[in-house]
Nanobody, 118 residues
Framework: QVRVVESGGGLVQPGGSLRLSCAAS????????MRWYRQAPGKERELVAT????????NYVDAVKGRFTISRDNAKNTAYVHMDSLTPEDTAVYYC???????????WGQGIQVTVSS
């Protein structure tokens, strides 16, 4: 079982940057693919970025390509998403998600608010 906790959210002006962190505990972090999702008001939750267990492969939804960077530090049991050039359309609750490599068991964080506004 893995517990994941997000941090680093908040209010940022358009064009600004934020880095979200996802700290994992309880199991072998390095055996979990990591994902970031977001859910804006009135919209469905969408997958934003993914990174494989050793960080060899990353993927992004088109809306954030070139602006968001997902990464992980297996020694610190932490995944990150660095977000640049933020726009009001990026306003959402962001969720960290861990998927166990062999079983596909999935674990969610509680979510963290990111608000982009002037």
């Amino acid at each position: 079982q893995v517990r994941v906790v997000e941090s680093g959210g908040g209010l940022v002006q358009p064009g600004g940057s934020l880095r979200l962190s996802c700290a994992a505990s309880g199991s072998d972090f390095s055996l979990h693919h990591m994902r970031w999702y977001r859910q804006a008001p009135g919209k469905e939750r969408e997958l934003v970025a993914t990174i494989t267990v050793f960080g060899g492969t990353t993927n992004y939804v088109d809306a954030v390509k070139g602006r968001f960077t997902i990464s992980r530090d297996n020694a610190k049991n932490t995944a990150y998403v660095h977000m640049d050039s933020l726009t009001p359309e990026d306003t959402a609750v962001y969720y960290c998600n861990a998927v166990e490599l062999t079983t596909s068991f999935t674990y969610w964080g509680q979510g963290i608010q990111v608000t982009v506004s002037s």
